[in-house]
T-cell receptor, first 111, second 114 residues
């Protein structure tokens, strides 16, 4: 799976949009971009994934650049409960089931 | 909407004791997983079960055994606990799909071995 690079931390004001960048410049055409998060003392939580089109669900939006070398996770109206470590992962179809989380981005939402 | 349920949430063991961690999911998922998470090390896959009736080793299987009891339940057993197995253990499940289906996690079992 392609390597990803994320900023180590970022702050966001409550009620504002949080835009979390991820660089995956070596991504292959058959690799998907996934986002998970882990709130303190809880299990990781799946957020969203996509291949090349932008995706939206009840939690977030995923914007993937046309060349697919980077993506942005958007939390449209951040709340204090969105404070967590966010992980960007690239995966392709394989028999390797393990999820490998990097260091992620620690997002702190401030009132 | 329970999702993935793990029991117990906390446990303290003495070295050499045995214990089984329980996991159940109500999403009708085919695949189930056991991970451990140590401070600063991220998730490591212990065992997984791609479908009912099958189990396979992950990255760090030594010292553990698993049982896929039925489609819903996947248990992790420590036969002779060691201090190095002190960790937070997460169970996860997903639909089948060669690694592409999102994994849904429980809230973990915090295990301390003295």
């Amino acid at each position: 799976d392609a390597k990803t690079t994320q900023p180590p931390s970022m702050d966001c004001a409550e009620g504002r949009a949080a835009n979390l960048p991820c660089n995956h410049s070596t991504i292959s055409g058959n690799e998907y971009v996934y986002w998970y998060r882990q709130i303190h003392s809880q299990g990781p939580q799946y957020i969203i994934h996509g291949l090349k089109n932008n995706e939206t669900n009840e939690m977030a939006s995923l914007i993937i650049t046309e060349d697919r070398k980077s993506s942005t996770l958007i939390l449209p109206h951040a709340t204090l409960r969105d404070t967590a470590v966010y992980y960007c992962i690239v995966r392709r179809r394989s028999n390797d089931y393990k999820l490998s989380f990097g260091a992620g981005t620690t997002v702190t939402v401030r009132a | 909407n329970a999702g993935v349920t793990q029991t117990p949430k906390f446990q303290v063991l003495k070295t050499g004791q045995s214990m089984t961690l329980q996991c159940a999911q109500d999403m009708n998922h085919n695949s189930m997983y056991w991970y451990r998470q140590d401070p600063g090390m991220g998730l490591r896959l212990i065992y997984y079960s791609a479908s009912e009736g099958t189990t396979d080793k992950g990255e760090v299987p030594n010292g553990y055994n698993v049982s896929r009891l039925n489609k819903r339940e996947f248990s992790l057993r420590l036969e002779s606990a060691a201090p190095s197995q002190t960790s937070v253990y997460f169970c996860a499940s997903s639909e089948a799909g060669q690694g592409l289906q999102p994994q849904h996690f429980g809230d973990g079992t915090r295990l301390s071995i003295l």
